[in-house]
């Protein structure tokens, strides 16, 4: 964590997404153009998302510097938070990093939940550090516990701001996720903007390599609480077995395949 000396070198101005300003700001992990279909599929997200209580803040740089948050009950994800605000992605990645920046988001998301009263703050994470994942060390460092675990590494963190908070928990069917469908089968939200670009290439790939592949689009909030796996944007299962959180591309997946399938 730098010292305040350092703070003091290393101001960073911050911006909030706002119906307004979301077609000409970028988005931080997807900053091509408009007619990306990227870009595109994210902040028709993202304005949906707004008109029940979506934060999106970011620092004032072209690169991955942010956090996104939603009050926990339109939350898209399979989780019971009643009265929290729920993470929905949290990144600073390279050059970014140690500077404080990540302190600077998280300070803000607090002083909101305070403002409104929350219970406090919940996040996806896992036991050890995953690709899409926030991390669980830094997590802890400040001051969030496990609330809850889902197979076969998810980790529902959270940050009470009230004694008598509620501890949040994972949807039931999640804990050990599983579905009764053969073959590949992947459920996916317009959350992350990278699905808009990889679902329909690996869709096609498998399909030209005669593997069987579905893939079902979670479209509300309803239907990411009713998922089979605790992180909505993308869960990939084959045969009915949870395989992974990570986005493929069309190359990743053709070696996942023929890995699993042998």
């Known amino acids: 964590m730098a ?22 700001e970028h988005i931080c992990c997807a900053i091509s153009g408009n007619n990306d279909p990227q870009v595109s599929s994210k902040k028709a997200w993202l304005k949906e998302r707004m008109k029940e209580g979506l934060v999106f803040l970011k620092a004032d740089v072209r690169g991955k510097c942010f956090l996104e948050y ?25 050059s970014l990093k140690g500077h404080g920046y990540a302190d600077d988001l998280l300070e803000q998301c607090i002083e909101d939940a305070k403002k409104q009263d929350r219970n406090g703050i919940c996040v996806l994470s896992s036991v050890q550090k995953k ?23 998810f980790a529902l963190m959270y940050l009470p701001l009230k004694d008598e908070a509620p501890i949040p928990s994972f949807a039931s069917q999640v804990r050990h996720p599983q579905i009764q469908k053969q073959g590949f089968v992947l459920y996916y939200t317009a959350g992350c903007p990278f699905t808009a670009k990889y679902v329909p290439s690996v869709q096609k790939a ?44 069309e190359k990743r997946f053709l070696s996942l395949a023929e890995k699993i399938m042998r």
């Open 3 to 24: 010292n305040e000396k350092e703070r003091e070198t290393e101001y960073m101005e911050y911006i909030k997404l706002t119906s307004d300003n979301l077609e000409e």
């Open 70 to 94: 939603i009050p926990a009950e339109h939350a898209w994800a399979p989780i019971n938070a009643k009265g929290y605000l729920f993470i929905d992605c949290f990144w600073v990645s390279g």
């Open 131 to 153: 690709p899409f994942l926030s991390d669980p060390q830094y997590l802890a460092h400040k001051g969030f516990k496990v609330a809850d675990t889902a197979d076969p590494f």
């Open 206 to 249: 498998a399909e030209d390599a005669g593997i069987a592949f579905e893939s079902i689009q979670i479209k509300s909030c309803k239907e990411a609480y009713m998922a089979p796996a605790a992180w909505t944007d993308y869960a990939l299962f084959y045969n009915g077995a949870y395989v992974t959180n990570e986005i493929q591309n």
